[in-house]
């Protein structure tokens, strides 16, 4: 049993205390800061460390809660030991909307601060995977107030449940000199034109959308979104022969690091030109990554669209596979809503309950599915054709379905 | 009762305006930034085609922070960087400064609050991952506590760039992976190990038995009347203890301590560059629920790093390098046992089956 009396109003948190010690960043200690301002960590704390003493959860299957008007953006949390942690009974967590990159003021900052030192746990993460600005832990009565203040500050919640999940992307042209087409610019145009899909779950299941500015996907597109953009290039990558012999200079083996590691051989380095085989690069960054001074992404500019990524859970993990393999950057936004348009009508219609596209692509077939949103097959879409001799024809194909 | 009139119900109003929040030399060469260069391990320099020179502090965070922390990173902000910071993907914070000299006290200051300055290039980044035992009903373990474990032990690894190539770690305490651990260098998955324990006063209660059923990816769940109640049973040779018939109904409890624990993976990512992204493979099938310290886990953790530290070749990813030299090579280097969990018996199992003779010897 967690004792809930230290004698000074803390919980005796023997094995948590242990977590404040070496030389990373501790959460107890986090926790522990928020005990100053609210109730509520203190008996996060004591119902914490019964889960570590019982190596066990201590919180009961969600609930519906929310605020008026949303059915998403708030996740219930009730604890399963109330009466030895009463403030911690509910515990919700609040979804926040990020701004795009991840950046702040500091004032704003501070006045998301201030609400949520009034109103909940003080407590929050920096960000949740899947990129809002999580407050951690408030009573029901408060979810409205909260929802209020954060809007007449600027701030909205982010998504939760069967809706599409709030969009996330990498800096972009904020600070990286990759970035293939305007990121922040088009998460947030797809975020603002969604609205409603991101806060009244109508969807078969959740819908994820990241912006990643180049193929190097710091925001993990390819892994974590139903609907993946990526950003690349058509042309050729921009050389600086001058650079490129600077860095020769400064003692980097190019033929050994750069043209060796090229998945595709397509350049060559003769000790004094780097000789790049545009037609044969497949854009992965490696060459760029290493030279960045000499070598950068080229100047026809845009996406790659991809779909369908997920974590195991129904029938197994996912990556995205190509589905448009490239839309110029100034096309990109009309675009890609003409896509998410179809996309989200075929899987209204054919998604099974808690179904992700890329689990009804995987049941009905690529082809199936490529014909229910009037997309032509590519031969980007695909590693290699089919090995096997079972084909499905259709009808007018001699099919005789 | 107060009188005081409510100011009108605002919704719908979307995120702060993307560049609502950009510090002015952000503004100034959106989109014009011309290469960049690493000064040091936590600290970058981006260099626009104006010249302007834009250099990045980058510092860990434990993820869950109390407002009292963030205020005090609102504090090194306005003193060293006119009131703006920003976050990344990983949880680290990170500051953005125009005057070079700056760059030295803001470090200083970080490491003082405790906060290491690091995760850049060939460093371990900090850890993404799930809330765990602090906030989630289906974990199977703490993730807060092991990413404060693990990075316990490989700090010096975020504040130097001395690994191959990059290196991401991810924690996920339950197979839903909110922390998608599925690509990552290296990951670290709570695991369950018995099947549901069925609830059957409750179960009849609060669940629709059709919709369990149809929860089941391998058909394990059919309906059982028990007590002269519907409910159901579970055919335990086809549950892989997933926990989606659980999300589905409270009554499947899932959470068992003396056989949830861990599993380590490897070779994950999610970057194109060199090799197309990568899915992460079995390394540890098992390792115990050891709280506070998890010290098995930090043990395999820590093995899998030096191991890869000392094998593999200058930019090669954990997964790349593991291609290079065989799987066969990487359980023998770091000693852990191969059994027969490795070897993949679900949907599409035959597709990782070694299919010519070319072998290591």
């Known amino acids: 049993m967690a004792e809930s009396n230290n004698g000074n109003g803390k919980p005796k948190t023997e094995l948590l205390d242990e977590l404040e010690k070496g030389p990373w960043p501790s959460f107890v200690k986090e926790i522990k800061a928020a005990c100053e301002g609210s109730d509520g960590p203190k008996d996060l704390l004591g119902q914490l460390e019964l889960s570590y003493q019982e190596k066990k959860g201590h919180w009961k299957h969600g609930g519906l809660v929310g605020v008026l008007g949303y059915g998403g953006g708030v996740i219930g949390r009730y604890s399963d030991v109330p009466e030895q942690f009463p403030k911690v009974a509910h515990f919700h967590t609040i979804r926040v909307n990020q701004p795009a990159g991840w950046f702040y003021t500091t004032e704003a900052l501070r006045t998301v601060c201030d609400i949520w030192e009034k109103r909940g746990s003080g407590l929050t993460n920096m960000h949740g995977s899947t990129g809002d600005l999580v407050l951690l832990g408030t009573t029901t009565d408060q979810l409205e107030p909260t929802f209020q203040e954060l809007a007449h500050a600027g701030f909205d919640l982010g998504g939760s449940g069967s809706d599409m999940r709030t969009p996330s992307c990498c800096l972009g042209m904020a600070r990286c000199e990759w970035a293939c087409y305007d990121t922040m610019k088009l998460c947030y145009d797809l975020t603002m034109d969604y609205q409603d899909e991101l806060h009244r779950p109508a969807f078969p299941y959740k819908f994820k959308i990241k912006c990643a500015g180049c193929p190097n996907d710091c925001v993990a597109s390819i892994a974590r979104s139903d609907l993946s953009i990526i950003g690349t290039w058509k042309d050729e990558i921009q050389q600086d022969d001058a650079e490129v012999a600077k860095y020769a200079a400064a003692g980097m083996n190019i033929q050994r690091d750069v043209c060796g590691l090229c998945p595709t051989k397509c350049m060559e380095w003769d000790g004094k030109k780097l000789t790049i085989s545009n037609a044969e690069c497949t854009r992965c960054m490696h060459c760029i990554n290493v030279m960045p001074k000499a070598l950068r992404p080229g100047k026809e500019r845009g996406a790659c669209i991809l779909i369908g990524s997920k974590a195991p859970i129904v029938q197994g993990a996912l990556l995205s596979s190509v589905l448009v393999p490239f839309i110029p950057a100034e096309e990109l936004k009309e675009t890609v809503k003409e896509l998410i348009t179809r996309l989200w009508e075929f899987w209204d219609e054919y998604g099974k309950a808690r179904e992700r596209i890329g689990e009804l692509i995987q049941r009905i077939g690529m082809p199936a599915f490529l014909d229910g949103i009037g997309l032509e097959p590519a031969p980007e879409m695909v590693s290699a054709p089919r090995d096997n001799p079972f084909i499905f024809f259709q009808p007018d194909q001699g099919g005789e379905k | 009762m107060t009188t005081t009139p409510q100011p009108p119900r605002i919704t719908d109003i979307g995120p702060p305006a993307y560049d609502k929040f950009l510090p002015p030399i952000v503004k100034k060469n959106y989109g014009l930034w011309k290469y960049h260069e690493n000064v040091a391990p936590g600290v970058l320099c981006h260099v626009a085609e104006s010249g302007d020179k834009l250099y990045t502090v980058r510092a860990a965070s434990p993820r869950i922070l109390a407002v009292q922390t963030i205020r005090k990173f609102c504090a090194l902000a306005d003193k060293y960087c006119g009131g703006y910071l920003r976050f990344t993907s990983r949880n680290n914070v990170e500051f953005l400064l125009t005057d070079p000299a700056k760059i030295a006290p803001l470090k200083a200051e970080l490491t003082q609050l405790g906060f290491p300055v690091g995760g850049t290039n060939n460093s371990i980044s900090n850890i993404v991952h799930t809330q765990g035992w602090v906030h989630c009903h289906s974990a199977a373990t703490d993730a807060s506590g092991l990413v404060k474990s693990v990075m316990d032990a490989l700090c010096d690894r975020f504040t130097q760039e001395n690994l191959p190539a990059k290196l991401r770690i991810a924690v996920a305490c339950c197979l839903n992976m909110c922390g998608a651990v599925h690509c990552s260098d290296i990951a670290i998955l709570g695991v369950h190990r018995m099947p549901p324990k069925i609830q059957h006063a409750l179960l009849s209660k609060s669940c629709e038995v ?92 820590t093995k899998i790093v030096d191991v890869y530290a000392s094998h593999a070749r200058k930019y090669e990813r954990v997964g790349e390098w593991i291609e290079r030299v065989g799987w066969p090579k990487f359980f023998e280097l770091t000693g852990f046992e191969f059994t027969r969990y490795h070897i993949d018996d679900f949907k599409h199992a035959g597709l990782s089956y070694a299919r010519s003779a070319q072998i290591r010897y």
């Open chain 2, 210 to 301: 059709p919709t369990l059923i149809a929860s089941c990816p391998t058909g394990a769940i059919r309906p059982a009347t028990v007590d002269g109640k519907n409910s159901v049973e579970v055919i335990p040779e086809q549950c892989m203890y997933c926990g989606n018939c659980y999300t589905v109904c409270p009554a499947m409890t899932m959470n068992d301590p003396e056989h949830d624990g861990l599993s380590i993976w490897v070779g994950g990512k999610v970057s194109n560059a060199r090799s197309t992204p990568k899915f992460t493979k079995l390394a540890v099938p098992f390792l115990p629920n050891n709280p506070p310290r998890w010290p098995e886990v930090v043990e395999a953790v």
